[in-house]
């Protein structure tokens, strides 16, 4: 039935394309005529494309994390992803981040103070407990489950980056690192 209906389509947009070459002024003929309106016709208006959720997590502060702040932004212009930007909310992104309808913020609750009281060997555990279960949960339960995509920005690895590989394989989510600076540079300059 399906390949009557569309052999039926066919000849009537045959018919149509004939009836429009005697006019060749006719706008349906010149709309379909160039490359990009014919990539508009056959995909159509924003709204009537699929949208899919991507994640870009930050592990730091969003507005200043420009590089991922474009990532987002691209996702969202470009490939019509809705983007969800996981991450601290100390500053406010640029304005084109900030007004695009299509990014969301999932903000994280930074690690309380009281930790920074504590002995340093303690501290980084407790950081590192506070950052997985909080990611943990901003990643399972705040960003959905048709998320497609989870972009994070490295460093730091641990833990987002096994967080977001658990959750990328819990949801069947393709998983992307943005890889701009190594670890061990990190540590190197800690030290």
């Not at 870009?56 to 507005?63: H, K, Q, S």
């Not at 959750?167 to 069947?172: D, F, G, M, W």
Request: with cysteine.
């Amino acid at each position: 039935r399906n390949w009557k209906k569309l052999e039926q389509l066919r000849g009537e947009s045959r018919q149509s394309l004939a009836n429009d070459e005697k006019d060749l002024t006719a706008w349906g003929y010149w709309q379909i005529s160039t490359p990009a309106s014919a990539i508009w016709c056959l995909e159509g208006h924003d709204e009537y494309r699929q949208r899919y959720t991507a994640a870009v997590v930050v592990l730091g502060d969003i507005g200043r994390s420009p590089r991922m702040c474009y990532h987002a932004y691209s996702l969202a212009t470009q490939l019509n992803y809705d983007v969800k930007l996981v991450g601290y909310l100390d500053s406010i992104p640029h304005p084109l981040i900030h007004s695009n309808p299509h990014i969301k913020y999932v903000p994280l609750t930074p690690p309380p103070d009281r930790i920074t009281k504590l002995p340093e060997m303690l501290q980084l555990p407790l950081k590192f407990l506070w950052t997985f279960i909080v990611l943990s949960w901003a990643l399972l339960f705040r960003i959905g489950w048709d998320v497609k995509l989870i972009l994070m920005q490295n460093p730091p690895a641990l833990p987002t980056m096994f967080v977001c590989w658990i959750v990328a394989r819990l949801k069947s989510a393709k998983f992307v690192i943005d890889w701009h600076n190594y670890m061990w540079s990190v540590i190197k300059d800690k030290s």
